[in-house]
């Protein structure tokens, strides 16, 4: 079974600078997707970005990127120009790309607070 | 923009009695989902559903839980004989490739 870990409960950020989550996660497959989640305090499940395993090219989205590194199965998400509205608990989350297996296996979380 | 849409956005039950937490997927997806988010916990799945059927379930997902598609649009998630420890936020989610979810149920069993 597939496992990911949030080593970092908590991370705090000034307004403006940049910040880096960690994920780790375990699987024996090869292909594979990893996400971030973003959970504000209204509790719904927003989709930040995503990676393709099979892509060695990290992804970004406009302040959002990854630095994801199979062979070390980590997948870390880099915050720039970090601002008020991205505080939030971020999820890290890896789904098979085994057809008709596309659960999705949550880490516990990073509060992400950010400082004005 | 498309959205998964949840309702209630929160059902007060008493202990024993039935719910049913209602989704609308998003409409051109073929994946919907059900998870749960104990307060202060992780998201855990519950169970996946696959042209009309379920195609995959967590050990969570007992004989407790149920899921049906009942027509074109709706998917609903039924908890008979609640208990307390089933309080938690439920989350409906669809995709083709990547999931969309709905804002959630807070469900409280008292």
């Known amino acids: 079974a597939q496992t990911v870990t949030q080593s970092q409960p908590e991370m705090s950020v000034q307004e403006a600078e940049t910040v880096t989550l960690s994920c780790t996660y375990d699987?024996?497959?090869?292909?594979?997707?990893l996400f971030w989640y973003k959970q504000p305090p209204s509790r719904q499940m927003i989709l930040v970005i995503r990676?393709?395993?099979?892509?060695?090219q990290n992804a970004t989205e406009n302040r959002f990127s990854v630095n994801f590194q199979k062979a070390a199965k980590s997948f870390s998400l880099k915050i720039s120009d970090s601002q008020l509205g991205d505080a939030a608990m971020y999820f890290c989350?890896?789904?098979?790309?085994?057809?008709?297996?596309?659960?999705?296996?949550f880490g516990s979380g990073t509060q992400l607070t950010v400082l004005p | 923009e498309p959205e998964v849409t949840q309702t209630p956005s929160h059902q007060v039950t008493q202990m024993g009695q039935e719910v049913i937490l209602r989704c609308v997927p998003i409409?051109?997806?073929?994946?919907f989902y059900w998870y749960r988010q104990i307060l202060g916990q992780k998201v855990e799945f519950l169970v996946s559903?696959?042209?009309?059927?379920?195609?995959?379930k967590s050990e969570i997902f007992d004989d407790q839980f149920s899921v049906e598609r009942p027509d074109g649009s709706n998917f609903t998630l039924k908890i008979r004989s609640t208990k307390l420890e089933d309080s938690a936020m439920y989350f409906c989610?669809?995709?083709?490739?990547?999931?969309?979810f709905g804002q959630g149920t807070r469900l409280t069993v008292v």
């Open positions: 989610a669809s995709s083709n490739t990547e999931a969309f």
């Open positions: 699987t024996s497959e090869s292909d594979y997707y």
């Open positions: 990676q393709e395993a099979y892509k060695q």
């Open positions: 989350a890896y789904r098979s790309a085994a057809p008709l297996t596309r659960q999705l296996t």
């Open positions: 409409s051109n997806h073929l994946y």
């Open positions: 559903f696959y042209n009309n059927e379920i195609s995959e």
